[in-house]
């Protein structure tokens, strides 16, 4: 007998952007529970960007920099016969979105030093220009995929 897939929950668009994006974004920043915390670090980081490029809107180009760091394929392991392989797969649309928030994340907290909004900003407009962390991990990715093309027969 299947199981019932859970419904995917509808969050609230943020109040000043309009966005659903990042909403879900400061939700994922948010360390126990401090909502307003998180929303302040992102507010603060989205001025940073505006001072840094006043001819963009902070909101586009924090939508294009997760744009340029979602994977588009990675690898994951199968076992045929006692051996493991890293087999290439697409990527669907909503973990494409939760792997380049979270790389996002992991790459400013992997910075020590600065403020968090700070080194949000920094990341945001690395990630718009194709440059930073967590853009050369989405990079890594799809290296690895390119590299077990040979495997992608093994795909399920």
């Not at 294009?64 to 990527?91: C, D, F, H, W």
């Not at 939760?98 to 600065?114: N, T």
Request: aromatic share 8%; glycine share 6%; net charge positive.
């Amino acid at each position: 007998m299947g199981r019932i897939t859970a419904s995917r929950k509808q969050l609230k668009p943020d109040p000043v952007y309009g966005s659903i994006l990042a909403s879900k974004f400061i939700n994922c920043l948010m360390y126990d529970g401090k909502k307003s915390t998180a929303q302040a670090v992102f507010y603060d980081a989205m001025d940073l960007i505006k001072e840094r490029l006043p001819d963009a809107e902070p909101i586009e180009v924090f939508q294009q920099a997760l744009e340029n760091v979602k994977p588009s394929i990675e690898v994951r392991s199968k076992r045929v016969g006692g051996a493991a392989y890293q087999v290439p797969m697409q990527v669907n649309r909503v973990r494409q979105q939760s792997l380049a928030i979270r790389w996002v994340l992991i790459a400013i907290r992997e910075k020590k030093g600065r403020a968090t909004a700070q080194k949000l900003a920094d990341e945001l407009v690395a990630a718009y220009n194709r440059e930073g962390a967590a853009v050369s991990r989405r990079e890594n990715v799809h290296r690895m995929a390119d590299a077990n093309k040979a495997f992608a027969h093994f795909g399920w």
